[in-house]
T-cell receptor
C-alpha cells in the first residue's frame, strides 16, 4: 500500500466547475505539499500546509492532521488548470524526505 | 530570476556510457535533491544534499552518484547507465530542510538509455 494515495487518478470537468482532489497519507508528517505539473513537464509548488487551510486565487488547500487527509479545491475551473496535481508529504521523523502521490490528472474542457 | 536549471533537457544514450546531468540554482539554497518520475510510480527521491559536501541516499540511489562541491551545483552522475534508468529526472532546491519551505523544481531532463 502506498504511503500517499490520491483520488481520483483522472478527472475531467467543464469550465466553471468546482473541483476537489483528495490526498490521504498513512505516515506521520511535518508538512504536506501540493504541486502542479503542466503538460510540458515542469513542476510548480502550489501550497505547503502543516495545518488548517490556505488560499491562493482560485485554489484552496485544506489539511486535517487527525484524519491524515488533505484536499485541493479549484473554484471556477478553467482549461488552463489542466495539469497533473501531485500531493507530497514531508516525513515527521525525517524532514529531508518527501514522499509523493502518483498524481491526479485534471482536464478542464471549455 | 530565481530558478533551478538542468542540462541537458533531453538525452538519448547507450547502455554503459557514463553521463552527467547538471543542476544549478541561483537562490543560495542549502537543500538540493534529485528525483526520478516514472509512469504509475510518481516521483521518487534518488539523492539529496543538505549543504556543501553533505549528501545522502533517497529511496532509489542504486546506479547513481552525486556530488556537492559548491552550494549552487548538484550534478547527477550515471557511471554505467542501463535501460531501467530511462526516466524523467528533476532536480529541486529549497532554502532549508524542514516543514516551512517550498521546493523549487528544475524543468526536467528526459533520459532514454538504449
Amino acid at each position: 500500500k502506498n504511503e500517499v494515495e490520491q483520488s481520483p487518478q483522472n478527472l475531467t470537468a467543464q469550465e466553471g466547475e468546482f473541483i476537489t482532489i483528495n490526498c490521504s497519507y498513512s505516515v506521520g508528517i511535518s508538512a504536506l505539499h501540493w504541486l502542479q505539473q503542466h503538460p510540458g513537464g515542469g513542476i510548480v509548488s502550489l501550497f505547503m500546509l502543516s495545518s488548517g487551510k490556505k488560499k491562493h486565487g482560485r485554489l484552496i488547500a485544506t489539511i486535517n492532521i487527525q484524519e491524515k487527509h488533505s484536499s485541493l479545491h479549484i473554484t471556477a475551473s478553467h482549461p488552463r488548470d489542466s495539469a497533473v496535481y501531485i500531493c507530497a508529504v514531508r516525513l515527521f521523523y525525517n524532514t529531508d524526505k518527501l514522499i509523493f502521490g502518483t498524481g491526479t490528472r485534471l482536464q478542464v474542457f471549455p | 530570476e530565481a530558478q533551478v536549471t538542468q542540462n541537458p533537457r533531453y538525452l538519448i544514450t547507450v547502455t554503459g556510457k557514463k553521463l552527467t546531468v547538471t543542476c544549478s540554482q541561483n537562490m543560495n539554497h542549502e537543500y538540493m535533491s534529485w528525483y526520478r518520475q516514472d509512469p504509475g510510480l510518481g516521483l521518487r527521491q534518488i539523492y539529496y544534499s543538505m549543504n556543501v559536501e553533505v549528501t545522502d541516499k533517497g529511496d532509489v540511489p542504486e546506479g547513481y552518484k552525486v556530488s556537492r562541491k559548491e552550494k549552487r551545483n548538484f550534478p547527477l552522475i550515471l557511471e554505467s547507465p542501463s535501460p531501467n534508468q530511462t526516466s524523467l529526472y528533476f532536480c529541486a532546491s529549497s532554502l532549508i530542510r524542514g516543514p516551512s519551505y517550498e521546493q523549487y523544481f528544475g524543468p526536467g531532463t528526459r533520459l532514454t538509455v538504449t
